[in-house]
């Protein structure tokens, strides 16, 4: 029910006042209402709710997850040492093994 | 397909899994609320390839599956009308009522249409204007922008024929539900991306701080929840409670403020019944006063429902995440997709559903959660 796709907006248009757009999903085009979406501009990416364009995609961010997921482990310590500084929660990190080591090493 | 490919990779999906695997070192139970979440976890053999330690209890977050069934009745009450043409997602038809389902009441001859965008059923009002046009509005968060934006339109347009039966509910109160309720097991929760993407994420750090459990905003593929689970895992482990968004590229914040002020503009809060859970305090959305004329509750007086569950149905303990699909005696036998007994069974994100249409038929023992040290 609460299932959005992903899809690139090929055409945007004015509808009875309405700003609707031809929303292309991996080959088919769909009309989308686009009336939550005022900065959305043709060429962008977008995720679409039963008709409606609800977020704009990041680039920035996905291209970010994805460079997580390859890089898995030596991200995790950077991140972990962040965490560390960045929150002040009063509990200590699990792992504390110093960066640049293998974290193939700390596997149990 | 961009945006979506790539967030299937297996290989990725294993290096996420195994990453799991090395970081957690005893117990958890993380319920994902959306139902669309239960639906790729369980397609995906997502609960598969995950550490034996890291349990995935499905939430209520089916729409569907919790439309209170005095909702449904009245559907069926108005959908039966001569002079209504009745509008409908989809996944609603099959749903059963306390005799009915919409799909009989068409077979009988009413005229109940599927539509795919809120939009389509003011279209079909402004074509037809001999007849009452009633759409279902149901949903969670995110499918309130679209409908409350059908009812603005109708309105703006003067579209008179057009009423809504809305029965909306909202992700937060069920969380407190679930913390609340006796046995509760949740350690930490994935929050639902496209909910959060229309609503942000503000309201979530006083939950997480009240119940102490992590709350991560996750995305819908094989990665984006695997990620979830890892960093909610990475959290439990340290013994934290914040509220992190793994679902960036389409998630922010403040979420849709667009959205946000078009559905304040038409809804209120109320107090609303899931089905199999009960009444949850201001956990829905109705039309407001201003747009009172375009409720179907208040255009058509629906006298008489007397709404009767089936008695085998144990749709409530699942959704709360108290029982697996598995569990209940009638899964897979007098339940089933063709002969459900529970909503949980016709959605293809009820829970049910997606065991049995994915093969879980018999349930695994897990080990026992163990008590949380603070
Ligand atoms: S399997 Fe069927 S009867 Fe059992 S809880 Fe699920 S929907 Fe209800």
């Known amino acids: 029910m609460c299932l959005a ?5 090929e055409k945007i248009y004015d509808a009875q006042g309405t700003r609707m757009g031809k929303v292309n999903f991996g080959g088919v085009i769909k009309e989308v209402c686009l009336a939550y979406l005022p900065d959305l501009e043709e060429g962008d990416y977008t995720i679409v709710h039963v008709g409606f364009a609800i977020s704009k995609i990041d680039e920035e961010s996905a291209q970010q997850s994805l460079r997580t997921f390859e890089e898995l482990g030596l991200l995790e310590e950077e991140l972990e040492e962040l965490r560390e500084t960045d929150f002040e929660t009063g509990v200590s990190a699990v792992s504390s093994s110093p960066k640049g080591s293998s974290p193939s090493g700390t596997e149990s | 397909m961009k945006y979506l490919t790539e967030y299937r990779d297996g290989a990725k999906a294993q290096r996420l899994a195994a990453e799991i695997r090395r970081i957690v070192t005893q117990p958890w139970a993380i319920m994902e609320v959306c139902g669309g979440q239960t639906h790729s976890i369980i397609r995906n053999g997502i609960d598969q390839i995950l550490p034996e330690q890291v349990e995935m209890i499905h939430g209520p977050g089916c729409p569907v599956c919790v439309t209170p069934l005095a909702a449904i009745d009245k559907a069926l009450a ?11 997602f989809g996944d609603m038809l099959r749903v059963p009522g306390s005799n009915d389902d919409l799909f009989k009441i068409k077979g009988a001859g009413g005229d109940v249409r599927v539509i795919y965008s809120p939009l389509d059923a003011v279209r079909i009002a402004r074509e037809n204007p001999e007849r009452e046009v009633v759409f279902l509005a ?5 499918t309130a922008p679209a409908n409350a934006m059908a009812v603005k339109l109708a309105k703006q347009q003067g579209i008179t024929n057009f009423s809504a039966l809305v029965s909306h509910v909202l ?5 407190e539900t679930i913390m609340n309720s006796p046995g509760n097991r949740v350690n930490a929760f994935l929050a639902a991306g496209h909910v959060c993407c229309v609503t942000g994420f503000a309201e979530y750090p006083a939950l997480a ?35 992190e968004n793994a679902y960036p590229r389409v998630v922010s914040e403040q979420g849709n403020r667009a959205a946000q002020a078009v559905i304040e503009e038409v809804f209120e809060v109320t107090d609303r019944g899931w089905r199999g859970i009960g009444t949850i305090p201001g956990s829905g959305w109705r039309l407001n006063s201003d747009y009172r004329e375009f409720d179907a509750e208040y255009k058509f007086t629906v006298s008489d429902i007397s709404t009767c569950e089936s008695p085998l149905c144990r749709a409530g303990e699942v959704l709360k995440g108290a029982i697996k699909p598995n569990q209940c005696q009638a899964f897979g036998k007098e339940c089933t997709p063709r002969t459900p007994l529970g909503a949980t069974m016709v959605s293809s994100e009820g829970a049910c559903a997606a065991y049995y249409n994915y093969g879980r038929f018999v349930h695994l023992e897990r080990p026992a959660i163990a008590e949380q040290v603070s």
């Open chain 2, 138 to 142: 149901i949903g969670f968060e995110t």
């Open chain 2, 78 to 88: 108005i959908a039966s009308r001569p002079e209504v043409i009745f509008c409908s």
């Open chain 2, 171 to 175: 992700v937060p109160p069920a969380i």
């Open chain 2, 209 to 243: 701080a009240k119940y102490n459990v992590p709350i991560v905003v996750t995305g819908f593929e094989p990665l984006d929840l695997l990620e979830g689970i890892r960093r909610t895992v990475l959290q439990l482990e340290k013994g934290q409670a914040k509220v």
């Open chain 1, 5 to 9: 796709v992903p899809g690139k907006v």
